[in-house]
């Protein structure tokens, strides 16, 4: 397997390239918080938080929300059509390119 590009823009607007690795079985939410950017992932990944949103800003598929997420979202802060939870992205090659915001802190 190969290693994919993601683009993260910070709550501060500055933009970081990570390298993600696609043979590791990672989400977004980990390979923020392994280049310790400000991403909490409070439930560890279960999808029972929204401390991990994103806005999505490039066309790459990350398939559709599954209903755990959706549910989480419709709570959340700062939700927007392009809202998604980085713990429920993984990496795959597909990704490659994948450009996402850091959504705000919740309240």
Do not use: W
């Not at 590791?24 to 390979?31: C, G, P, T």
């Not at 990944?45 to 990350?62: D, K």
């Not at 929300?65 to 959340?76: G, H, I, Q």
Request: charged share 25%.
């Amino acid at each position: 397997m190969k290693d994919v590009t993601i683009t993260v823009i910070d709550r501060e607007g500055e933009s970081h390239e990570l390298i993600a690795p696609t043979d590791m079985n990672m989400n977004l939410m980990e390979v923020c918080k392994s280049y310790e950017l400000p991403v909490e992932g409070t439930c560890g990944g279960m999808a029972m938080c929204a401390s991990c949103q994103v806005y999505v800003l490039s066309e790459e598929h990350i398939g559709e929300r599954n209903d755990n997420e959706e549910a989480m979202l419709s709570e959340a802060f700062y939700v927007k059509d392009n809202s998604r939870l980085g713990c429920q992205i993984n990496m795959v090659e597909d990704l490659n390119g994948l450009t996402v915001e850091l959504a705000p802190e919740s309240e």
